[in-house]
């Protein structure tokens, strides 16, 4: 590999391989949490309440802290959200708690998300058990997935006293929070000790299982009370470009993947890496490829800056990283020089009329061909839906909503028996880690109501 020339301004490169993958944010300390936790002004009716979709009882977790009872402000997070060391790291604070706190009008929001992380981070090094199995009712339920949405949902079902099986088809469980966020932001071990904390409640996790291969899906609705589908969606999509199979064209996810999971010293990249693609994802990718040490790393966008999916705190973050921008530009040829990346052939866009999703819709600009060189293209252009899945639900007249599982505001399907959630059933809106929490603990609740309270009434 060329030797790589470092810009004056980008620190990262001042630190050993693993210090660049450590964490971004520091944890607060107790003095610093402490302060913070003490500007709250405790509002009734707290607007961050409100924002925050798992409805956490902010006010109260934060006043705990202030007041020096770290545990308790745990179980406060935790009793509305049971990811929530999580949530503390990836939620886009934003627009979500921070971004509604009154004091952001004239002031800093509190930084809700660090205090979160401070109070969950506390009860997980200590090793505190909040929650037990309940009873058991006699009803077992089967999960499929064990993303956020799935361990959530999981973990309510346990607390109300359901024999509860997650099926994940990855080695190690915890969705895309073990394999899709960037090390940085989370690393593995938060995600698989949110995965213990489920398991300790008494639900059983069982990895390397694929339904629908391994196991019928259709053995599980017949086995089961109930079944809750939280598969997530699936790899990034082909871009349908000549050139797609040459050597040093990847699939974003599996790029992300490989940080979390192997060794960083044994991950090969390029020198000159286009990243395609402008959300949240493409911009995890390019800004991993700068810290794994890539010189130039250009991410290419077909519309311009205004319509760019990516959180602006993301975008400014890649910015800051030393990503550079290409907007108005779409791929249409990745070239090759013996069998490996050389080069990606671009063509100008301008915006036309908006198209179905609102934003103004690319047009190419005849003639403007030109080359980005490059050794290696990453594609980060979303992921594809659960179109496979879909076939093995047809029979069990389960409905579709462009090319997602359709639920209701109980989060059930056509099917009775039959609940989903999690990104597979977001068919419009952002996809988060905390909304895919929240399904799950409204498909547990339904669930509760369908086999338990109800069955429990009609015995009267
Ligand atoms: C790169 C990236 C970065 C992101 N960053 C953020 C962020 O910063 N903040 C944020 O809030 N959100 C972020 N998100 C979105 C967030 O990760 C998702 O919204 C969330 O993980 C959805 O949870 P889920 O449980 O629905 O699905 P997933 O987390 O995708 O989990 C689904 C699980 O189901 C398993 N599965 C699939 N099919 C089967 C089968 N047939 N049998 C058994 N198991 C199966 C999968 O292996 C997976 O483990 C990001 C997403 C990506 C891709
Ligand atoms: S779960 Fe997310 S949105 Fe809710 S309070 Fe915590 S950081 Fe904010």
Request: hydrophobic residues 40%; glycine residues 10%.
């Amino acid at each position: 590999m060329a030797e790589h020339y470092k810009p004056q301004k980008y620190k990262a490169w001042e630190m050993t391989l693993e210090e660049r993958f450590q964490e971004v944010y520091p944890p607060f300390s107790e003095r610093e949490a402490t302060l913070e936790a003490n500007r709250c002004l405790y509002c009734h009716d707290a607007p961050c309440m409100v924002a925050c979709p798992t409805h956490i009882d902010i006010p109260t977790f934060i006043r705990k802290i202030a007041t020096g009872n770290v545990k308790g402000s745990a179980r406060t997070i935790l009793e509305s959200n049971l990811m929530g060391a999580t949530c503390a790291r990836v939620c886009p604070v934003d627009v979500l708690c921070e971004g509604d706190c009154v004091l952001g009008a004239d002031h800093k929001p509190i930084a809700i998300g660090r205090l979160q992380r401070y109070a969950t981070d506390y009860a997980s090094e200590r090793n505190i058990k909040f929650f037990q199995k309940g009873k058991p009712n006699g009803k077992k339920v089967a999960v499929i997935g064990s993303g956020p949405a799935g361990l959530s949902c999981a973990g309510e079902l346990a607390k109300a006293g359901f024999e509860v099986t997650v099926y994940e088809k990855k080695e190690m469980a915890g969705g895309l929070s073990t394999y899709g966020i960037v090390v940085f932001r989370e690393p593995v071990e938060v995600s698989l000790k949110e995965v213990k904390m489920i398991e300790d409640m008494g639900v059983t996790v069982k990895t390397g299982v694929t339904v629908g291969k391994d196991i019928k899906f259709e053995d599980l609705v017949n086995e089961n009370d109930a079944v809750f589908i939280s598969i997530g969606l699936g790899q990034v999509p082909e871009m349908e470009i000549a050139g797609e199979d040459l050597s040093g064209v990847l699939d974003g996810l599996d790029f992300i993947e490989k940080t979390k999971v192997q060794a960083l010293d044994s991950i090969s990249y390029g020198n000159r890496i286009c990243v395609i693609g402008a959300g949240n994802t493409a911009i995890d990718c390019a800004t991993i490829a700068r810290r794994l040490g890539a010189e130039r790393v250009t991410m290419i966008y077909r519309r311009s800056e205004a319509e760019m999916p990516a959180y602006h705190f993301e975008y400014e973050f890649a910015l800051k990283e030393g990503v550079s921008f290409m907007f108005l530009t779409q791929p249409v040829e990745v070239l090759g020089k013996d069998g490996k990346v050389d080069g990606l052939k671009c063509m100008r866009m301008d915006l036309g009329a908006p198209d179905a999703s609102g934003r103004r819709s690319p047009v190419p600009v005849e003639g403007s061909e030109f080359v980005v060189p490059c050794d290696m293209v990453v594609k980060a252009i979303g992921q594809v839906k659960p179109a496979h899945f879909l076939k093995m639900l047809e029979p069990f007249g389960v409905e579709s909503v462009k090319g997602y599982i359709k639920v209701d505001s109980d989060n059930r399907t056509a099917h009775r028996k039959i609940y989903a959630g999690g990104d597979c059933v977001r068919s419009h809106g952002e996809a988060s880690t905390v909304m895919a929490v929240q399904d799950g603990k409204i498909a547990a609740k339904a669930i509760t109501r369908a086999l338990v309270d109800e069955a429990a009434l009609a015995k009267k």
